[in-house]
């Protein structure tokens, strides 16, 4: 029997109501302890989720914005921790989450690359064998050894980019990396997540493009409020998710219509109370 890759289970995570982003240790401490002495103050960006992804298959995530798409991704990176269930890997992951993140400003990209690719888990050989490629690949042969402090964020993407893509790890997480970089870099991009699905590699992919969307992955997870609404094709994931965003268009709509009529309404009362008080007033004169 094959074995899920990435396995969640009943996974969920709080964030106590306007805190800042965290994910390190002393951050979940303090929240825990936030937690405990404020109940009812917790916001659960997800709850209850449950889905198994097996090796080779190519998920897209959908959702509008602020539905725990990215949290999502962080929780199976591990970068976050969660307070409910489980999420499982079986396998390294290749994150391509926030891309110019992991930079240090004051090394050089040679320097970043060389420091980043060890976190990564790439060995000094493993480095050197692909440092022209991932060079070649950002387009910085001239800055490879300026500050990437003075790097644009679109060149700090494009080293992000060329630098995690080579790394041999099993599973792809996949943030909106292709909605950054000009045209002919989200081309090469794209040639590159395909090459890596033609390799088996597993791919989690959040994005608001259809076309992406559809062109990735087979399967897709829409996400509402921090639960899993549909789980299928990603044409239904997608279906789903333009029902619920008409749905809600709708609802706005009659809102605003309901609000227009009580202020005309209110208008039409005054204006009348208006003229009966303009009555009055030349019958005293
Ligand atoms: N570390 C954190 N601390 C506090 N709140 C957080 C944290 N991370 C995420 N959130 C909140 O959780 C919710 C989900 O955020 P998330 O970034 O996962 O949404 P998303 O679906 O990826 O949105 P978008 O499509 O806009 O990128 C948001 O309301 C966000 O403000």
């Known amino acids: 029997m094959i074995e899920p890759i990435i396995q969640a289970r009943d996974l969920g995570i709080f964030f106590p109501k306007g805190s800042k982003k965290k994910g390190r ?8 302890s ?6 009812g103050q917790d916001f659960w960006p997800l709850r209850h ?26 929780l199976i990176t591990g970068v976050l921790i969660p307070d409910e269930g489980y999420v499982r890997r079986e396998g390294r992951v290749a994150p391509l989450i926030a891309l110019s993140a ?58 992000g980019f060329a630098l995690i893509t080579q790394l041999p ?11 950054v ?12 997540i395909q090459s890596l699905l033609d390799e088996g590699r597993t791919l989690v992919f959040v994005s608001h493009s259809p076309g992406d969307l559809r062109r990735y992955c087979k399967r897709g997870i829409y996400l509402s409020k921090g639960e899993v609404i549909t789980d299928g094709t990603v044409d239904e ?21 309901r609000v227009a ?5 209110k208008a039409e009362a005054e204006a009348a109370q208006a003229a009966a008080a303009g009555v009055v007033d030349m019958k005293a004169g």
């Not at 936030?34 to 109940?39: A, E, F, G, M, Y």
């Not at 480095?127 to 060079?135: G, M, P």
């Not at 789903?240 to 706005?252: F, P």
């Open 25 to 32: 240790l002393k951050d979940l401490l303090v929240r825990r």
């Open 34 to 39: 936030k937690h405990d002495n404020t109940p």
């Open 49 to 74: 989720v449950n889905f198994d992804i097996f090796p080779g298959e190519s998920v897209g995530i959908i959702g509008s914005n602020g539905t725990g798409k990215s949290t999502l991704l962080r």
């Open 102 to 159: 992991g930079f240090s400003g004051d090394l050089t990209g040679r320097e970043n690359v060389n420091l980043v690719g060890s976190m990564h888990g790439m060995s000094r050989k493993e480095i050197r064998d692909k440092f022209d490629d991932i060079v070649d690949f950002a387009e910085l042969e001239d800055f490879i050894d300026t500050p990437v402090k003075h790097y644009s964020s679109g060149m700090k993407v494009r080293l």
């Open 169 to 179: 790890h099993p599973i792809l997480l996949v943030d909106e990396a292709l909605a």
């Open 181 to 192: 970089g000009d045209r002919a870099f989200k081309e090469k991009c794209r040639v590159v």
């Open 237 to 257: 994931a997608l279906k789903s998710y333009d029902a619920d965003t008409d749905a809600k268009q709708a609802e706005q709509k009659r809102k605003r219509a």
């Open 261 to 265: 009529a009580r202020n005309k309404a």
